[in-house]
């Protein structure tokens, strides 16, 4: 069974620029997964960011953007603050009715 | 303002059944699909179910199928557990699929299913 890969956690300092990645454990990710990825922060519901790739959902600030990298796709928060310290999830369809989410990224803002 | 609000969430025994309910407003419920997403207490996000506009096409993750059954009413989202085992531990989560297969646009707050004896 294909897992879906997160980054466990990751640090970035408040101003600075962090990529955290989605991968596959079997073969690359590529936009007909149409990956998607989601902010959640501590006890709250999850809220999408970026979707289908590289589109910002509404109202999320332009230093979030979506990529793909190489084999996987990316998200890239430019200019860190403090209150995007949070869980990042990236889900990706695998096709056939199936959706995958990652593991889940915990970044630390410091 | 769209608005998705789960219930039903309690402690049950293992092998016991509950059913979940996802009450929805503020937007058009018969026009979009909808997708039940749990969270086991400190773990990540889990795809459960989803449901198409007209229920005419549902899917289950392996981990559930045969003992859970998604469904929906007017505006209301169900969620029908069956023969639950510890690791259906979680809170669950309701979410409208937006316009893209990936997209769940909104999601209510969830509701914790306990399952232990």
């Known amino acids: 069974q294909t897992l879906v890969t997160q980054e466990p956690s990751f640090s970035v300092s408040p101003g600075g620029t962090v990529t955290l990645t989605c991968g596959l454990t079997?073969?690359?990710?590529?936009?007909?997964?149409?990956p998607t990825w989601y902010q959640q922060p501590p006890g709250q519901p999850p809220r999408p960011l970026i979707y289908?790739?590289?589109t910002r959902s509404s109202g999320v600030p332009d230093r979030f953007s979506g990529s793909i990298l190489g084999n996987k796709a990316a998200l890239t928060i430019t200019g860190a603050q403090a209150d995007d310290e949070s869980d990042y999830y990236c889900v990706l369809y695998m096709g056939g009715g199936l959706w995958v989410f990652g593991g889940g990224t915990k970044l630390t803002v410091l | 303002e769209v608005q998705l609000v789960e219930s039903g969430g309690r402690l049950v025994q293992p092998g016991e059944s509950l059913r979940l309910s996802c009450a929805a407003s503020g937007f058009t419920f018969s026009s979009f699909s909808m997708n039940w997403v749990r969270q086991a207490p400190g773990k990540g996000l889990e795809w459960v179910s989803y449901i198409s506009s007209s229920s005419s096409t549902i899917y289950y993750a392996d981990s559930v199928k045969g003992r859970f059954t998604i469904s929906r009413d007017n505006a209301v989202l169900y969620l029908q557990m069956n023969s639950l085992r510890a690791e259906d531990t979680a809170v669950y989560f309701c979410?409208?699929?937006?316009?893209?297969?990936?997209?769940?646009?909104?999601w209510g707050q969830g509701t914790l299913v306990t399952v232990s004896s």
């Open positions: 979410a409208r699929r937006g316009t893209v297969l990936t997209l769940f646009d909104y």
């Open positions: 289908n790739t590289n």
């Open positions: 079997s073969g690359s990710v590529s936009t007909t997964f149409s």
